[in-house]
């Protein structure tokens, strides 16, 4: 890999597989816990929020970039200060409402340790990208020790996810360099996204009233 990572670090890992192995599992256990509490609040509250999960960890040559955007070498302690975001979860919601739901339940885990919190959903991007970011710690437990490794989670709306991977794919079509009438239209296509969503929740809690009252009237 051109500009590779260097395997020089002052603990007991010794190469970038070996690293790539404590993210993978730290992946893998928030992963568990998102599904696990998704299969509650569908068999026990009869809520289903999350659409679907997506994990990744991130390549190579992906770190590499993101290291050189910071200034620093391609070292495996550069790695783990720097890129917040090697073990990646992405949460995929049918509303803004339950962003906030999932982002509690996974913040009250006793083993969770939330490191930062980004909102841009309150405070949308300059582009239009809206999402919920937390960065946090996870212990994953090894034959010698236990570490504490960095994940990111981003919770958006299926509306905010699909806006999202346009705006990646055209970013990655100019790299970075998009022509400002695109710009311009991808910031209307966000305004429109969250009208979207707002209208989608509102719809959805009239239905739920509604669903409410015939059933208390039932019971009556």
Not at 109 to 115: G, H, N
Not at 124 to 143: A, D, F, M, R
Not at 158 to 165: E, G
Not at 191 to 205: F, G, I, Q, R, T
Request: net charge negative.
């Amino acid at each position: 890999m051109d500009g590779g990572i260097d395997n020089n670090r002052d603990w007991d890992v010794d190469s970038y597989e070996a690293l790539k192995l404590r993210y993978s599992a730290a992946l893998k256990l928030v992963m568990t816990r998102l599904e696990i509490l998704n299969d509650e609040l569908q068999e026990v509250h009869r809520y289903n929020p999350i659409e679907h999960i997506k994990g990744r960890i991130k390549t190579p040559e992906s770190i590499v970039k993101k290291l050189r955007r910071h200034g620093v070498e391609s070292t495996l302690d550069n790695m783990i200060e720097y890129c917040n975001d090697i073990a990646g979860v992405r949460i995929i919601c049918s509303f803004t409402s339950d962003i906030y739901k999932i982002a509690e339940m996974i913040s009250a885990q006793d083993d969770i340790t939330v490191l930062s919190v980004k909102d841009y959903i309150v405070n949308p991007k300059p582009s239009g990208y809206k999402s919920y970011h937390l960065i946090v710690t996870v212990p994953v437990y090894l034959s010698s020790r236990c570490d504490q490794v960095k994940v990111e989670i981003q919770i958006r709306t299926v509306a905010m996810d699909f806006w999202a991977s346009l705006e990646h794919k055209i970013n990655y079509k100019f790299e970075g360099n998009a022509p400002d009438r695109i710009s311009l239209e991808l910031v209307e296509c966000a305004k429109m996204v969250s009208e979207l969503d707002a209208k989608m929740l509102e719809l959805n809690n009239e239905i739920i009233e509604i669903s409410e009252q015939t059933t208390g009237r039932g019971r009556s």
